[in-house]
């Protein structure tokens, strides 16, 4: 299997929005695309612009003037409201000249994002478990989907709750926690034993699924929709990206788990070889024999 570093270049895909950032629509830049789904105030790019004209740099022709300025100049019935320019909503008209950052209506967008998941996404099977192609998956099995205005939505892939089984209790991180990509993020429960997960992003956390600390069987019947875990405003967002499995990569390191887990149960059970491939519904109800520890360790990459 080859190294992730080698194969994510193959892969230069984010699940985000690629139109014409406003700055070009504008005219002002020749050519510029939207990664942030014209969340113009938590924009890197945005920022350096309007402070290029803050300092009175001029263009050949004339001086610079910021997209807002322009936007002055039009018609209210001219002025998309960010949520129309990515077709999230049919009709919207900006009367905030792109501050977001003091208009009610997209408050109450965040808000319905932070609470809800954004639609449903195609589940394939692979190697008997089930796989979001659209999703990102960290080495220690917690997946990273990239939402609406750049936010992440984080939860366990299947092969982890089939590896461990049934939850009885989950620790997730509060509102406002600090998570780093690769260190422990949260806490899985079953029975007596625990098992801590590392988050596949660094940021702070936004929001967290009070319903599955209610039901945590919820990560189990729906692992990647109704079964999430938290909501994340990254930090690094592409350097992090990077580092996780996605698409046709995601599917052969997938199967390469499968497999690594098929030839740690044979080597401890060779009388289960005869009869194919291990269970998958839940490993360790299973096969307990194997250890707890040995599965978190080998797979979830923690101790």
Not at 10 to 22: A, H, M, R, S, Y
Not at 24 to 36: D, Q, T, W, Y
Not at 93 to 106: A, I, L, Q, S, Y
Request: charged share 30%; glycine share 8%; hydrophobic share 35%.
């Amino acid at each position: 299997m080859e190294r992730k570093s080698e194969k994510i270049k193959k892969v230069q895909g984010f699940n985000i929005l690629q139109d014409e950032c406003i700055w070009m629509r504008s005219g002002i830049v020749a050519f510029k695309r939207c990664e942030n789904a014209y969340d113009c105030n938590n924009c890197s790019f945005d920022k350096a612009m309007t402070a290029a004209l803050r300092s009175g740099k001029k263009a050949a022709d004339g001086e610079l003037r910021s997209f807002r300025e322009q936007a002055k100049e039009h018609s209210y019935m001219e002025r998309m409201c960010r949520h129309m320019l990515t077709g999230r909503v049919a009709v919207r008209k900006c009367g905030n000249d792109f501050r977001c950052d003091v208009c009610e209506f997209d408050q109450m967008m965040e808000d319905v994002d932070a609470i809800y998941p954004v639609g449903a996404v195609p589940v394939a099977e692979v190697a008997g478990y089930r796989y979001a192609d659209s999703y990102y998956y960290h080495e220690g099995h917690a997946w990273a989907r990239v939402e609406y205005g750049g936010r992440i939505r984080v939860g366990l892939d299947d092969f982890a709750m089939k590896l461990l089984g049934r939850p009885s209790g989950l620790e997730l991180p509060g509102v406002g926690s600090a998570l780093r990509q690769s260190e422990p993020g949260l806490c899985l429960k079953r029975d007596r034993n625990e098992a801590e997960v590392l988050s596949p992003v660094e940021g702070t956390v936004i929001a967290v699924n009070v319903d599955v600390l209610k039901q945590p069987e919820r990560v189990n019947a729906d692992p990647y929709s109704q079964g999430w875990l938290f909501l994340v405003e990254p930090e690094r967002l592409k350097k992090n990206l990077e580092s996780l499995y996605f698409g046709e990569i995601g599917k052969d390191w997938l199967t390469h788990e499968a497999e690594s887990l098929q030839q740690l149960i044979f080597s401890e059970f060779p009388a289960m070889a005869a009869t194919g491939a291990p269970p998958v519904d839940d490993v360790y109800g299973a096969v307990p024999e194997v250890g707890w520890d040995t599965l978190v360790h080998e797979f979830l990459k923690t101790r």
